[in-house]
């Protein structure tokens, strides 16, 4: 058979030459039709806002069916709940059971960053996951209160308004904030602005979350060393300096025995669950257990009156109304809304990425902009029913997919058992150590610092490692702002760089073809006599059309020089290999015509091979650029060029 | 020898099917040498800001010389200075009349248009010409006061200070701000940032200078019509508004009938001047004509009894030092830095963008940076000897350049005559009416509205005309400084939905060749059953990374449906040809990870196909993606590319 591919290979062959016997090709650049006025525009709006063509499904259908489909797009329960049977439903109870198991102790600390009592981790830890199980895309997910964003919270709240001195405004401040959390997600998702968050890029976020991860840490030595007067400050100088200050007298040799023990305790789990994926549970079980001992361990012993701190008391019951409790006017709705838009951009950026993970181990598509409408309406109920910012945690959603679960039920499962916790056993918590949800937290988000992700960021792109460690650094010395700030600056910067300073390269022939490339990265590439191949790499736009000309006119008198040095015939043909330039605006074709002039002063032809997306040959059409280099001188490929140019000089070589 | 030709093709044919019978290529993707560490860096860091090369000269050469050649960097007339003649001598001295006899009227309108008294316009014509003379590279551009930059420096200063209260601090500021604008200037080219003005696109700037055009013009109204109390806004709305308020009793139809004349007079001129390059000459001394005989009409007429505004007194004498009337120190200082940053940038856009038009034209090139210190150095003296800013004048350069100067020393003519005029004859000025001024000034801007390229600009890229337009109405109803916000903020926006949301295209074999291209694009390219052929336009950042993945599986999507209503085989292998994707970041490989766990999963194999340019290669590399996918999955071509899946899919096909 290998010969029935190469016999039909031949013909290709056979006619590909006998195409060029006559010195040209049959096929010419397409030079598409001409799209009416807005098509254009359209085009462009559409692939920008409804890239994932959302209206697909409704096209010819039935208005029944129609609103179907509408309100299962809003309501994805209605979808899969059909088919919904016993099977899924134990998968998703033992994994609910697991993540509530693993949040209660883990909601309580993230309270605590939040500068907020208790139960308010375990309220944002019960309503939130019951909308997003209703509204949500992602089956693996689990929602719920996060470090980060507790922490961003915490530090942006207590800017202003001291949470110690007037408790009352600072949780007020935080509904306000958790409400505009969720007006943004919820308008980004329905805006389809989706995209927006994309701006974050995969590197900044490994730094910010390491920053992040740290940052909480160091926080914690609070509770881990049982300090009293602590830094408000998050930035590591203020916060060693003021466990140094407290090293005499400040700590608590009881409380740091309880926390070192069980931190121990709590990573050996850690490692465990590593170490086989059957022991997922060991980790996930590990804090309520260590909980559920110390305080019982500090009840017998009353280490409460050494000094060990404990978190006293939760309120018993179910999430209190808070709708009343949000500014809508003043100077402090201002403030709520600024706050709210960062928390809630970072809250999508960490569900998002994590909705995508694990969407792609499962294989199936997450709608960011649909997740988004979950999140923020989740978030905007949340916030009116005493709940502060949620969103998906990385850690309880591991946890969530490794324990089987199926759909969006474990997290309503999590729910029920969270306000089981709230209405009966909060009591039990009095004699909880604080110092245990330290160590609880630290070895949460231990998990959020991946050196690994960093060691390969630097090994492969040294200005993602720049952003990466621009957010770590700002993080860490500054505050969670400034890191983000950073983050998306030198993203942008890089962006900015790139469509300045396009990269150009010089072409050759792989012997024995019709293949042209860089000769930097084939040294086999042998250059033709005569004729110079020059490749753009990046669209030609207004930031880099004068370089790029400038940097062809380099490349010429560099190589003309080289001629010269050897007493070589100079080159009277520059071809530019466009294949790359995706897009040229109205300044590069400025650009062209200059260059243009510039080699016919010089007796050097012009020619463009494959100027290949529609738009750039459409353009240099309605620029009359292909009138003033002609038609003649636009080819399909460097090859084609080629010919043409060795057979035109031979003409001029002829006596 | 067309023979020789298709022979030698014919080899090459040959070996290329021989290359192809068994089933693979001699040549497989180059992975090029591992560099060092910092060398990625470097080169980055050296295209960006040293892009032209400057030491190059330097290169191997005795010390003595390298001073000289350092000398002549900053000095270029050192360098050309030595083959000057008497013949050149000549070509300048017209150029150097013709432009002064343009310039002195223009001078002293432009001042007012500033705010400043005339004289100060007049400086402005003399001290920065001889600098730049002895410093710029452009042999073309005339220096001195412009219309855009007179009026945006009017408008920028009168918001700080009221020129006709506290004249003395307003002038003070005047200079500080062209000190700062001089010190931005230098600043710029010694720091090799040059390329910032590249941010703002040539569709930009037609739009801005379209705008400002239109409003200098109406700000001439007060002088056309003779009106006394004028509104200090510049937008077109409180124009109108004070010139109708002031049509009862504000209007002198004295003035309007001198003004109204003599703009016909100048416009007829100008008409003859674009009619044929000979008569270059009468547009060019038409205003000094004009000057010299509305002046002499009113001097007899004693037309300025019956309200007819004149000049009055233009002060006598050589340029006054000023240094010590800067502020260095305290708001004013500040202020005068904003302003000086804006007006210096807008100096250097004017001044490069001549600059570089004719160098073009007598292909000559022009260095941005060096001829930033140029300009800077020039605005620097200048703020200390009483000038403000000045920059290259586009209508004085076309006169210039048609007038047959051969170097700078035109510039020193025009200086010399305008030195002149300060000592001798500036009294004369006494009766020149203010119309005159207008018109002369109204008929220089006119210049500056080019429709033309706006409808070009129009019918090539409608992003680009919008950022036209957007600067255009910016600057008309808004400000000179918005109009310029608008213009950068949507070029970026430009950018960014470029890198969000790049093209994608659908590739089909043309048949009998090994090339594929876009099928919307070549409606006879065919697509090849059991593979689909993708291109990615663009760098794949994290900008766009997911969008390009879900545009890829999209794409899929569409195809198997199509497929599937055809009721033919589904395809089994992916292709993306990579050559447009000219840079990706880690962001970028991480997508492509999860587009292949997707594919491996749908039992689909991802192939690449010319991962061209050096850098992606090497990143793919570094991330093992290219273990991952399997080295034998990455081609040299489509062609190659799309024959292995054919080989493949026969073997699977068989028992």
Redesign the interface.
């Known amino acids: 058979?290998?010969h029935?591919?190469?016999d039909d290979?031949?013909n290709?062959?056979?006619?590909?030459?006998y195409?060029?016997?006559n010195?040209q090709?049959?096929?010419k650049v397409?030079f598409?039709p001409k799209r009416n006025l807005f098509s254009?525009?359209h085009e462009?709006f559409h692939?920008?806002f409804f890239?994932?063509?959302p209206l697909r499904p409704y096209k010819d259908k039935p208005l029944s069916r129609k609103l179907l489909l509408c309100l299962q797009f809003f309501f994805p329960i209605l979808d899969w709940g059909r088919h919904y049977d016993f099977k899924k439903f134990k998968g998703d109870l033992i994994a609910g059971l697991t993540i509530a198991s693993l949040c209660i102790p883990q909601d309580i600390g993230y309270a605590k960053l939040a500068n907020l009592d208790p139960q308010y981790g375990l309220y944002s830890s019960f309503v939130p996951p019951l909308i997003y199980a209703i509204m949500g895309s992602s089956k693996d997910v689990a929602i719920g209160p996060v470090a980060v964003v507790s922490l961003l919270l915490g530090t942006l709240l207590q800017e202003e308004i001291d949470p110690t001195q007037n408790k009352e405004e600072y949780r007020r401040l935080a509904f306000t904030a958790t409400f505009f959390a969720g007006i943004t997600q919820a308008a980004l998702g329905f805006l389809r602005l989706g995209?927006l968050i994309?701006?974050?890029?995969?590197?900044?976020i490994v730094g910010f979350m390491g920053g992040a991860a740290i940052t909480i840490a160091l926080q914690q030595l609070k509770g881990f060393l049982g300090i009293k007067k602590f830094t408000k400050q998050s930035d590591i100088i203020s916060v060693i300096k003021s466990v140094w200050d407290s090293a005499e007298h400040g700590w608590n040799w009881q409380t740091i025995l309880i926390a070192a023990s069980f931190l121990a305790l709590l990573l050996a789990a850690r490692y465990l669950g590593k170490k086989s994926s059957k022991l997922f549970w060991v980790p996930a079980i590990a804090p309520l257990m260590s909980v559920i001992i110390s305080t019982f361990f500090v009840y017998i012993t009353h280490a409460d009156k050494q000094g060990v701190q404990i978190v006293n008391k939760i309120k018993k019951g179910v999430n209190p109304a808070s709708a009343n409790q949000i500014y809508f006017t003043g100077s402090y709705a201002l403030k709520g809304l600024r706050i709210g838009v960062v928390a809630g951009m970072i809250g999508l950026t960490e569900a998002i990425a994590i909705g995508?993970t694990f969407a792609?181990?499962k294989?199936y598509?997450i709608d960011?902009n649909k997740e988004m409408l979950a999140l923020g309406t989740m978030n905007i109920i949340g916030s009116m029913t005493s709940c502060y910012v949620a969103t998906g945690s990385f850690s309880r959603s591991a946890v969530n997919y490794m324990a089987g679960c199926k759909t969006t039920v474990s997290n309503m499962i999590m729910s029920i058992v969270v306000l089981l916790t709230l209405l009966l056993i909060t009591p039990l918590f009095k004699y909880t150590p604080n110092a245990i949800l330290s160590s609880i937290i630290i070895s949460a988000v231990i998990g959020l610092i991946d050196y690994k992700t960093a060691f390969?960021?630097w090994?492969?792109?040294?200005?993602?490692f720049i952003a990466c460690m621009g957010a770590f650094f700002g993080v860490v010395f500054g505050s969670v702002e400034i890191g983000l700030l950073i983050a998306v600056l030198i993203?942008l910067a890089?962006?900015?760089?790139?469509?300045?300073?396009?990269?150009t390269?010089l072409l050759g022939n792989?012997p024995?073809?019709?293949?042209y490339?860089?000769i930097?990265?084939?040294?086999?590439a042998t250059k033709i006599e005569g004729v110079l191949v020059v490749?753009v790499?990046?669209?030609i736009?207004?930031?880099?059309?004068?370089?790029v000309k400038?940097?062809i006119?380099?490349w010429m008198r560099d190589e003309e020089e080289k001629l010269e040095a050897k007493s070589e015939p100079k080159f009277n043909f520059l071809i530019i290999e466009m294949?790359?330039?995706?897009?040229i605006?109205?300044?590069g074709?400025?650009a062209f015509e200059?260059l243009l002039?510039?080699l016919k002063?010089?007796g050097i032809q012009l020619i463009l091979a494959n100027p290949?997306?529609?738009?750039v040959?459409e353009?240099l059409c309605?620029?009359d650029f292909t009138e003033h280099i002609g038609h003649e001188n636009i080819f399909?490929?460097v090859g084609e060029a080629v010919?043409a140019c060795?057979?035109k000089s031979?003409?001029h070589e002829?006596p």
Not at 459 to 464: L, Q, Y
Not at 512 to 515: A, K, L
Not at 520 to 524: D, H, L, R, S
């Open positions: 058979m290998g029935s591919v190469s290979f031949e290709r062959g056979e006619q590909w030459t195409q060029m016997e010195g090709t049959k096929y397409g598409p254009e525009f462009r692939e920008t890239a994932d063509d995209f994309d701006f974050l890029s995969h590197a900044a995508r792609g181990m294989d598509q960011g390969l960021i090994k492969v792109d040294k200005f993602d993203s890089k962006i900015l760089i790139q469509v300045t300073r396009p990269r390269a792989l024995g073809t019709n293949v490339r860089n930097e990265q084939y040294p086999e490749r790499d990046s669209t736009y207004f930031t880099n059309s004068n370089y400038e940097r006119l380099r294949s790359p330039v995706t897009d605006d109205t300044t074709i400025h200059e002039r510039t002063r010089r290949g997306p529609v738009v040959i353009k309605l620029a399909l490929t010919k060795l057979v031979r003409i002829e």
